[in-house]
């Protein structure tokens, strides 16, 4: 089983560029979220679905657009890019509202120059 | 609003020493749930142990053991006998509803926890 996948794993950006992480589960998955991870602040909540066409906003959503239009998919997406957004990024997702554990993709890590 | 504070930032240990790690939260649910997840130098997140809070059980599995408190709103993790495979950030997460009727997770901060040979 594949899991949850995310790509690319590396990317590098500069200042005012746009892009989208992509983010799939093949688990039939409702519940996705995106997370991201910078030294000595944990695990963020960016974004979460819990299901095709619901989204909402995290602790953190400022910067990052999201939408859901099929239970496979959650991109994320980067729509003009700080160095403030420099991060380690994950993508998780949980059979329904997460009651049970995340299953968490490899992430990918975001530099912004 | 939900929390989750782990305040040891960092804990290093010898081999074969037991250790553990703090977890307090706050929730203004009843219905709630708890996590652990290993992250190792590699950066994978690895999913630990899930605890509801109407089940205020320890529970252990090998080396590792959970005390849930409800009255201290604590959730602790201890390992025992450490060994270096188990070097790695240990993170405590809180699930419940937020407003709208949603669930999310939050959390902590996370543990360093460096175990010497």
């Known amino acids: 089983n594949a899991g949850v996948t995310q790509t690319p794993k590396f990317q590098v950006l500069k200042t005012g560029q746009s892009m989208t992480l992509q983010c799939a589960q093949d688990?039939?998955?409702?519940?996705m979220s995106w997370y991201r991870q910078d030294p000595g602040m944990g695990l963020r909540l960016i974004h979460y679905?819990?299901?095709?066409?619901?989204?909402d906003q995290g602790e953190v959503p400022n910067g990052y657009n999201v939408s859901r239009s099929t239970t496979e998919d959650f991109p994320l997406r980067l729509l003009s890019a700080a160095p403030s957004q420099t991060s380690v990024y994950f993508c998780?997702?949980?059979?329904?509202?997460?009651?049970?554990?995340?299953?968490f993709g490899s992430g990918t890590q975001l530099s912004v120059l | 609003a939900q929390k989750v504070t782990q305040a040891q930032t960092e804990i290093s240990v010898v081999e074969k020493e037991d250790v553990t790690l703090d977890c307090v939260y706050e929730?203004?649910?009843?219905?709630?749930?708890l996590f652990w997840y290993k992250q190792p130098p590699s950066g994978e997140l690895v999913f630990l142990i899930r605890r509801n809070s109407f089940d205020e059980q320890n529970e252990i599995s090998g080396r590792y053991s959970w005390n849930f408190q409800k009255s201290t709103s604590s959730f602790n993790f201890t390992i025992t006998a450490s060994q270096v495979v188990d070097s790695a950030v240990y993170f405590c997460?809180?699930?419940?509803?937020?407003?709208?009727?949603?669930?999310?997770?939050?959390f902590g901060t996370g543990t360093k926890l460096q175990v010497i040979p």
């Open positions: 998780a997702s949980s059979p329904r509202q997460p009651n049970e554990k995340l299953f």
């Open positions: 997460a809180l699930s419940d509803v937020v407003s709208g009727g949603y669930q999310k997770v939050t």
């Open positions: 929730t203004r649910d009843t219905t709630y749930y």
């Open positions: 688990m039939n998955h409702e519940y």
């Open positions: 679905s819990v299901g095709a066409g619901i989204t």
